[in-house]
Antibody
């Protein structure tokens, strides 16, 4: 059974840093692109970043570029999101998700339960 | 950046209704369009990928169509468990979600 379990969320002051983790199991982690997606309270979904299976390619959306960094450790079946210079508008539930490999660019077929990040003084 | 616009934002409907949600891309994305369902407090669920392919385990009352810039998600006969928020997502260049359509009980 595919499982994605996020951790690392919490309350952080503006300007602070946080590292989110996502533990993957039930599939060959290194063969899948992985993504981070967030959802601010009462708002829609915002896709943030993805990383290729071998870690050689990464993409970050402009709203987090230079502040957030996606990475992975295939030996530990883990995905990470390093978040620096955090702002109030980064408050959201953060999801990790697996990109499906049935077809190229086919969306995210498995999602974690999400971890809440709150930025407040 | 590719922008995705969904309509309507809210859709009142009744059990048994046939409903259609539309999604428009700001530029052609071929068929790199996915649809998700999200219920309150839950993670999104992939329903349709590549514009018209049904994800495994998704009921056949869900269908998708379109290519280029205009896409639709159709639910042929609404069931009680279908009341949720639906998002389109382009995956041609990076990924971008639409703003969502809340399917509500009329």
């Amino acid at each position: 059974e595919v499982q994605l379990v996020e951790s690392g969320g919490g309350l952080v002051q503006p300007g602070g840093s946080l590292r989110l983790s996502c533990a993957a199991s039930g599939f060959t982690f290194s063969t899948h692109w992985m993504s981070w997606v967030r959802q601010a309270p009462g708002k829609g979904l915002e896709w943030l970043a993805n990383i290729k299976g071998d870690g050689t390619y990464k993409y970050h959306v402009d709203s987090v570029k230079g502040r957030f960094t996606i990475s992975r450790d295939n030996a530990k079946n883990s995905l990470y999101l390093q978040m620096d210079s955090l702002r109030a508008e980064d408050t959201a539930v953060y999801y990790c998700a697996r990109d499906q490999i049935l077809v190229a660019k086919g969306g995210q077929d498995y999602w974690g339960q999400g971890t809440l990040v709150t930025i407040s003084s | 950046d590719i922008q995705m616009t969904q309509s309507p934002s809210s859709l009142p409907a009744s059990v048994g209704d046939r409903v259609t949600i539309t999604c428009r891309a700001s530029q052609s994305i071929s068929t790199y369009l996915n649809w998700y369902q999200q219920k309150p407090g839950k993670a999104p669920r992939l329903l349709i990928y590549a514009a018209s392919s049904l994800q495994s385990g998704v009921p056949s009352r869900f269908s998708g169509s379109g290519s280029g810039t205009d896409f639709t998600l159709t639910i042929s006969s609404l069931q009680p468990e279908d009341f949720a928020t639906y998002y389109c997502q382009q995956s041609d260049i990076a990924h971008t979600f639409g703003q969502g359509t809340k399917l509500e009980i009329k």
